[in-house]
């Protein structure tokens, strides 16, 4: 009955109501930290008790320290497993079939890694729905400024009673299924799908209100293909795969034309000095840590996900405020020479200003504005007026200055 009431509790039906709870408590992660501690709880004496609902199988085991063989589950042939085999408990058949492909094997030696005669319990879930109800808190491993990360496969555990003290002697694997990019819950409008995946586990230890986050310490890519994808980790809990998905769900039609900009635009403003700043900065970032520590996933630009990105944000905010006053004072001194203060009209002062704050906006670098909503808002309009203003800034200067100067 207990594993029942969480399948229920976990139907997708309830999903908008589990995304407001969990907006102050932890939610669905406390329900499966109930579930693992019911199953840890449960008397099994030498023998395997299945527990299958709808959305929740559960299975508990007992295993010897002298084991040679390793441990599965679900069981390969579990559409097979009948009444006689285990001590099974069946609540509905529909549950046997979306177990296809997703199992979690444990090596024998993580069993021989106990004290001798140890009598070690194996309780394991698999959840059918959890991936679509969990929060998207991730640590900081995972985190951009310009992506989410959601399950996009099931949830599967295994957890060891009484609790493994010591390092694995190799890690364990999990194979799961990919959930089609259709039958994904996400708000289409502000995300893209990409095939950026990720080895995961759900990492209580990090303090959040969710009781915990989603981690890839210590889990890696062992393999994948377009349906399924298989992952390593040094450690057990609750595993998935994370799939990422790129913040503003731009065509493909405005993002060649955003780098057609780009590109022509800076290639006839950028050169010499510039390019050799640039990458000098690459060498040394990638030499250090690598070309991850670099690069952006989406494209050539510096990583959010760590230190890096200070480098440019901290020297370009003191550099935009200074600017800012520099520029707000030119304007200001335009305003009151002599000649503008006692001949020129309000309107006509109002013109001054704003060819001036036109003349100035370029070399002040103001119009990198723009690379601020960007960080607030990643709109197509703001994207095509930071294109355009920062790649044609070495043209414009040009004409401004020296084609049409009276001078």
């Given at each position: 009955?207990?594993?029942?009431t969480g399948?229920?509790?976990?139907?997708?039906?309830?999903?908008?109501?589990?995304?407001?709870?969990?907006?102050?408590?932890?939610?669905?992660?406390?329900?499966?930290?109930?579930?693992d501690?019911?199953?840890?709880?449960?008397?099994?004496?030498?023998?395997?008790?299945?527990?299958?609902?709808?959305?929740?199988?559960?299975?508990?085991?007992?295993?010897?320290?002298?084991?040679?063989?390793?441990?599965?589950?679900?069981?390969?042939?579990?559409?097979?497993v009948?009444q006689?085999?285990?001590?099974?408990?069946?609540?509905?058949?529909?549950?046997?079939?979306?177990?296809?492909?997703?199992?979690?094997?444990?090596?024998?030696?993580?069993?021989?890694?106990?004290?001798?005669?140890?009598?070690?319990?194996?309780?394991?879930?698999?959840?059918?729905?959890?991936?679509?109800?969990?929060?998207?808190?991730?640590?900081?491993?995972?985190?951009?400024?310009?992506?989410?990360?959601?399950?996009?496969?099931?949830?599967?555990?295994?957890?060891?009673?009484?609790?493994?003290?010591?390092?694995?002697?190799?890690?364990?694997?999990?194979?799961?299924?990919?959930?089609?990019?259709?039958e994904?819950?996400?708000?289409?409008?502000?995300?893209?799908?990409?095939?950026?995946?990720?080895?995961?586990?759900?990492?209580y230890?990090?303090?959040?209100?969710?009781?915990?986050?989603?981690?890839?310490?210590?889990?890696?890519?062992?393999?994948?293909?377009?349906?399924?994808?298989?992952?390593?980790?040094?450690?057990?809990?609750?595993?998935?795969?994370?799939?990422?998905?790129?913040?503003?769900?731009?065509?493909?039609?405005?993002?060649?034309?955003?780098?057609?900009?780009?590109?022509?635009?800076?290639?006839?403003?950028?050169?010499?000095?510039?390019?050799?700043?640039?990458?000098?900065?690459?060498a040394?970032?990638?030499?250090?840590?690598?070309?991850?520590?670099?690069?952006?996933?989406?494209?050539?630009?510096?990583?959010?996900?760590?230190?890096?990105?200070?480098?440019?944000?901290?020297?370009?905010?003191?550099?935009?405020?200074?600017?800012?006053?520099?520029?707000?004072?030119?304007?200001?001194?335009?305003?009151?020479?002599?000649?503008?203060?006692?001949?020129?009209?309000?309107?006509?002062?109002?013109?001054?200003a704003?060819?001036?704050?036109?003349?100035?906006?370029?070399?002040?670098?103001?119009?990198?504005?723009?690379?601020?909503?960007?960080?607030?808002?990643?709109?197509?309009?703001?994207?095509?007026?930071?294109?355009?203003?920062?790649?044609v800034?070495?043209?414009?200067?040009?004409?401004?200055?020296?084609?049409?100067?009276?001078?």
């Amino acid at each position: 009955e207990f594993v029942r009431t969480g399948s229920n509790l976990i139907e997708l039906k309830n999903r908008d109501r589990w995304i407001d709870i969990q907006q102050t408590q932890p939610g669905t992660t406390e329900l499966t930290q109930l579930l693992d501690r019911y199953g840890s709880l449960a008397g099994v004496d030498n023998e395997t008790v299945i527990v299958a609902a709808d959305n929740i199988v559960m299975e508990i085991s007992t295993y010897s320290t002298e084991t040679e063989q390793s441990y599965r589950f679900p069981v390969e042939n579990f559409n097979q497993v009948t009444q006689s085999d285990t001590n099974l408990v069946l609540q509905t058949n529909a549950s046997r079939k979306w177990l296809a492909g997703n199992y979690i094997n444990l090596p024998p030696t993580v069993f021989q890694s106990y004290d001798i005669s140890t009598k070690v319990k194996v309780v394991s879930f698999i959840y059918k729905t959890l991936n679509e109800l969990l929060p998207d808190q991730v640590d900081q491993t995972l985190r951009s400024n310009m992506s989410r990360w959601i399950p996009q496969t099931v949830i599967i555990s295994t957890s060891l009673y009484p609790p493994l003290d010591k390092t694995l002697f190799e890690p364990i694997d999990y194979t799961l299924q990919k959930v089609s990019r259709d039958e994904l819950l996400y708000n289409r409008e502000l995300f893209r799908y990409t095939e950026d995946f990720n080895c995961t586990f759900w990492n209580y230890s990090i303090r959040t209100i969710h009781a915990g986050a989603w981690s890839n310490q210590g889990c890696r890519t062992k393999a994948s293909n377009t349906t399924h994808i298989t992952c390593q980790c040094d450690h057990l809990t609750n595993f998935a795969v994370l799939l990422r998905l790129s913040e503003g769900n731009i065509s493909e039609a405005v993002q060649l034309s955003l780098e057609i900009i780009t590109y022509a635009g800076c290639g006839m403003s950028v050169a010499g000095i510039p390019g050799l700043i640039a990458g000098l900065t690459a060498a040394i970032t990638c030499g250090v840590g690598g070309i991850e520590h670099y690069l952006n996933s989406q494209g050539c630009w510096l990583s959010a996900t760590n230190w890096v990105i200070l480098a440019f944000i901290i020297p370009f905010a003191v550099i935009f405020v200074t600017n800012i006053i520099f520029c707000g004072l030119a304007i200001h001194t335009m305003l009151n020479t002599h000649k503008v203060s006692q001949e020129s009209g309000d309107l006509q002062k109002t013109k001054i200003a704003l060819r001036g704050l036109c003349i100035l906006a370029p070399i002040l670098g103001l119009t990198w504005i723009f690379g601020c909503l960007l960080m607030i808002s990643d709109n197509v309009v703001n994207q095509y007026l930071f294109a355009i203003t920062n790649s044609v800034q070495g043209i414009y200067i040009f004409f401004v200055y020296c084609v049409f100067s009276q001078k």
